[in-house]
Structure formats: structure tokens, C-alpha cells
């Protein structure tokens, strides 16, 4: 098995515990969240999901720091078993606590498959990494012995030819000239290869470092590019708020004029009727008097306008009395 097939391995067992994790701790929110409820005082019952989240998130990083461990080959020691097995067991007693207390031994079955699935995954998971821990340090240590024993084989070739070398110049020392003449040959064959390899490599290096500039020019002319249009996109974007603010402000500038003139011309119509002959509608004699006390009449003015006395007229100027956001109390509310 290559490293390939190990990181598969290990993720496919990634993803299918965190799946059953994720399903366990939704069901046991839904199950455990109605049991708090029920033996919690009513004001409280907001605070029943909290139990249930608690114990899943000691659920989560028990299997979270566990998978860690064991990739590292390392032992939490007897706190973290103790913690795993409290939560697991925490999470079967809520999730079958209210089938039990009804003696409801279906229910109590039924709700016992999530808690004893997580339990059970998160053992096995942890036994599944630290498996594949073993077996990856096993790869690794026979990918090394392999490696040492290919090194120790052409150490053992190099002297079996050195050995060889020396006894056939020995063999063929009656040849010493033609030998010294074909050794000085190879001598030169070899230091030419070696300077044209040189010259290559030299070669290969300049082209490379060549094109490393010039990728670094492109990469510069690029950024400047970009900069310079990301501060044209934020220039339009300032010159395009700053028209919009333009815009609104005048359009609120429009309104509020319209408002104005709008009220003025409805106060000018109340008023244009003339002293009344008899008492108006209290909600048409409100409307005239507020008409009056925005136009700066008199009390007994108004009075005369709307048929009502100068004391309830009185009443309500000073009900009128002082401005509303700003703007002096006219029509708005009067039902006119």
C-alpha cells in the first residue's frame, strides 16, 4: 500500500466519523432538548438545548484530539479514556432516559442506536488510526532498510571494481605506455564531456535565471497594473457615492419643501372659510385651530374661525405648543 492509498484511507474514515458524529450529536438535541425542557421551571426552558450541546461538544473534541494522537502516535493517558467513555455513557442515558422513564422498552432501543454507534465509532476510529500510524511508521522503516540496502550494494560494487581496476593495471603492466597514452585520452575525453557539461549547465542556469526575470518583470508590470486599476474601481466607487449622497440630499431637500408647501395650502384652505357661524366638528375645529397656531393667529382669532370657545381654543394652543422634529404641528394626526 503506497501513501496514496493511506491518505484515502485515512480520509475516508475522516469523513465517515465526523458524518456519524454530526448525525448522533443532531439526534441527541432533538431527543435530550424535550427531557430538559420537561424537568426544568418554565422560565427556563430556553436554556434546555444547552445540556445536550454541552456533552456533544466533549464528544467532538474527544474525537477530534484522539484522531490527532493517534496520527502523531502519542497516548493522552487514562483522562482522555475516562472523558470518552463519560461522554459516550452521558449521551446514551440522556437519549434513553425518557423512553426509560415511561418503560417504553422500544423507545429505549431505538434511542440507544446513535449513542452506542458514536461510542462504538469513536473506538474503532481511534483503533482504525492508530493501526494505520503502525503501518505508516512499518512503510516508512522498510522504505528505509530498502534504501540503506541499495546504498550498502553499489558501495559493495564500487570497491568490486576498484579491486578489479587495480588488478587488471597490474595485469597489463608490460602496456604501461599504451596504457599511460589511453588513460591520458580518456583523461581528456573525460575533461572535455566535463567542461561541455559545465558550459550546459552554465548555459541552462543563465536561461533559467533569465527566465525567473522576466517572470518577475511580468509579475511587477502586473501588480502595478492591478493597483492601478483597483484605485480607478475605488475612484469611481467614491465619485459614484458621492453622487448618490448628492442625489438624496436633494431629493430630500424636495420633499420636505413639498411637505411645507403641501401643509401651508391645506392651512390656507381651513382658514379661507371665515368666522364660523356655529360650533364646527371638534375633529374639524382641531384641524382649524392647529391651521391658526401655525400661522400665528390669535387665540381669539381661532375661536372665531372654528365656532369653540377662547378656553378651549386656550387648551388646545397649548396642546399645540412646541415643535415635533423640528417642524411646527399643523395638520399631521388631525384626521384632515
Known amino acids: 500500500m503506497n501513501g496514496v492509498q493511506i491518505r484515502s484511507a485515512e480520509r475516508a474514515l475522516s469523513i465517515g466519523t465526523w458524518l456519524i458524529v454530526a448525525g448522533a450529536m443532531l439526534y441527541s438535541i432533538l431527543t435530550v432538548t424535550p427531557l430538559a425542557a420537561a424537568h426544568t421551571p418554565d422560565k427556563w426552558d430556553w436554556t434546555a438545548p444547552i445540556l445536550p450541546l ?10 477530534r484530539l484522539d484522531a490527532v494522537l493517534a496520527r502523531l502516535g502519542g497516548n493522552g493517558g487514562r483522562w482522555p479514556i475516562a472523558l470518552r467513555w ?24 431505538v434511542h440507544a442506536v446513535a ?7 469513536a473506538e474503532t476510529g481511534l ?39 587495480r588488478e587488471e593495471r597490474e595485469h597489463t603492466a608490460a602496456l604501461a605506455r599504451e596504457q599511460r597514452e589511453h588513460d591520458a585520452r580518456m583523461v ?3 575533461s572535455e564531456r566535463e567542461t561541455a557539461a559545465w558550459r550546459e549547465e552554465r548555459e541552462r542556469e543563465q536561461a533559467r535565471e533569465q527566465a525567473e526575470r522576466a517572470e518577475r518583470e511580468h509579475l511587477e508590470r502586473q501588480r502595478e497594473h492591478d493597483q492601478r486599476e483597483r484605485e480607478r474601481r475605488e475612484r469611481e466607487a467614491a465619485d459614484r457615492a458621492e453622487r448618490e449622497r448628492a442625489e438624496r440630499v436633494e431629493r430630500e431637500r424636495r420633499e420636505r419643501q413639498e411637505r411645507e408647501e403641501r401643509a401651508a395650502r391645506e392651512r390656507a384652505a381651513l382658514l379661507s372659510s371665515g368666522p364660523a357661524t356655529d360650533k364646527l366638528p371638534e375633529d374639524d375645529a382641531r384641524a382649524i385651530v392647529a391651521a391658526a397656531r401655525a400661522e400665528g393667529m390669535s387665540v381669539r382669532t381661532a375661536a372665531e374661525l372654528c365656532g369653540w370657545s377662547v378656553g378651549w381654543v386656550s387648551t388646545r394652543y397649548a396642546e399645540l405648543r412646541g415643535p415635533v422634529n423640528g417642524v411646527p404641528v399643523d395638520l399631521a394626526g388631525t384626521g384632515r
Open 115 to 121: 449513542p452506542l454507534l458514536l461510542i462504538v465509532t
Open 86 to 109: 463519560m461522554t459516550g455513557c452521558m449521551t446514551l442515558a440522556l437519549n434513553v432516559a425518557d423512553s426509560a422513564l415511561q418503560n417504553d422498552l422500544v423507545g429505549v432501543a
Open 127 to 165: 483503533a482504525y488510526r492508530r493501526a494505520i500510524t503502525a503501518a505508516v511508521v512499518a512503510l516508512e522503516a522498510k522504505r528505509q532498510a530498502e534504501r540503506e540496502a541499495r546504498e550498502r550494494s553499489a558501495i559493495e560494487r564500487r570497491d568490486e571494481a576498484a579491486r578489479r581496476a
Open 54 to 63: 454541552v456533552v456533544d461538544a466533549a464528544v467532538v473534541i474527544v474525537v
Open 188 to 190: 581528456r575525453e573525460q
